[in-house]
T-cell receptor, first 117, second 109 residues
Framework: DTEVTQTPKHLVMGMTNKKSLKCEQHMGHRAMYWYKQKAKKPPELMFV???????INESVPSRFSPECPNSSLLNLHLHALQPEDSALYLC????????????????FGEGSRLTVL | GQNIDQPTEMTATEGAIVQINCTYQ??????LFWYQQHAGEAPTFLSY????GLEEKGRFSSFLSRSKGYSYLLLKELQMKDSASYLCAPQTGANNLFFGTGTRLTVIP
C-alpha cells in the first residue's frame, strides 16, 4: 500500500466556519507534512510532523491548526479562514531521514481543494 | 532561509532533449529532489541526488554540483505527456523539503 489518502477532495466553507482536512497513510512513515499550493505556484511547506511531534511550523497563521493523533493520521483544522486561503492543500508522508537507504522521498496525496467564500 | 531558482517556463519539441536548471542557496543541504507535477495532480517523485554527478533513470537524468549549488534535470526523447511542471526541491535538514518556483514545460508536436 503506497497511498496517501486525503479527505475531503473538495471543501467550500464560509469565513466563520470550522472544518477539518484529514490525511491517512499506512506505509509506516513517521514524517507527515502539510503543503499549500495556489494555482500555477509550487507547493509551500506549512507544517512537518516527525514521530507525531510538530517539528516545523513555517510561520503559518493560527487559523490553521495541525494535529497528528497517531503515526498514520494527520489533520488540519481550519477556523476563521480568509478568501485568500483558498488553495489546494497537499498532505505528504515520508520515512524520517537518517535510516540506511532512506532518502526521505515524499509521497503525496491527491490534495483537498479548499474554497473560502 | 531558502533561495531556489528555476526558469518559469520552457517549450520544447516532441522527440527533442530539454535541460531544466536549478540553482539554490539553502541553510544546510542533504540532497536534492526533482518532482513532476501534472496540472491538477499531486507531485510525483522523479529523482534524488545526494552526491555530485549524474544519475540516469530511463529518459530522465539529474545532475548535482554541491559546491556550485546547481542541479539540472535532463529529459530525452520528449513526449507530449512530459508537459508538466518540474519542481526542484533541495532537502535542507531532517525532513525539510522546500520546492523551487517550478518550471512549466510545454512539449509541442
Amino acid at each position: 500500500d503506497t497511498e496517501v489518502t486525503q479527505t475531503p477532495k473538495h471543501l467550500v466553507m464560509g469565513m466563520t466556519n470550522k472544518k477539518s482536512l484529514k490525511c491517512e497513510q499506512h506505509m509506516g512513515h513517521r514524517a507527515m507534512y502539510w503543503y499549500k499550493q495556489k494555482a500555477k505556484k509550487p507547493p509551500e511547506l506549512m507544517f512537518v510532523y516527525s514521530y507525531e511531534k510538530l517539528s516545523i511550523n513555517e510561520s503559518v497563521p493560527s487559523r490553521f491548526s495541525p494535529e497528528c493523533p497517531n503515526s498514520s493520521l494527520l489533520n488540519l483544522h481550519l477556523h476563521a479562514l480568509q478568501p485568500e486561503d483558498s488553495a489546494l492543500y497537499l498532505c505528504a508522508s515520508s520515512q524520517v531521514l537518517g535510516g540506511t537507504g532512506n532518502t526521505g522521498e515524499l509521497f503525496f496525496g491527491e490534495g483537498s481543494r479548499l474554497t473560502v467564500l | 532561509g531558502q533561495n531556489i531558482d528555476q526558469p518559469t517556463e520552457m517549450t520544447a519539441t516532441e522527440g527533442a532533449i530539454v535541460q531544466i536548471n536549478c540553482t539554490y542557496q539553502t541553510s544546510g543541504f542533504n540532497g536534492l529532489f526533482w518532482y513532476q507535477q501534472h496540472a491538477g495532480e499531486a507531485p510525483t517523485f522523479l529523482s534524488y541526488n545526494v552526491l555530485d554527478g549524474l544519475e540516469e533513470k530511463g529518459r530522465f537524468s539529474s545532475f548535482l554540483s554541491r559546491s556550485k549549488g546547481y542541479s539540472y534535470l535532463l529529459l530525452k526523447e520528449l513526449q507530449m505527456k512530459d508537459s508538466a511542471s518540474y519542481l526542484c526541491a533541495p532537502q535542507t535538514g531532517a525532513n525539510n523539503l522546500f520546492f523551487g518556483t517550478g518550471t512549466r514545460l510545454t512539449v509541442i508536436p
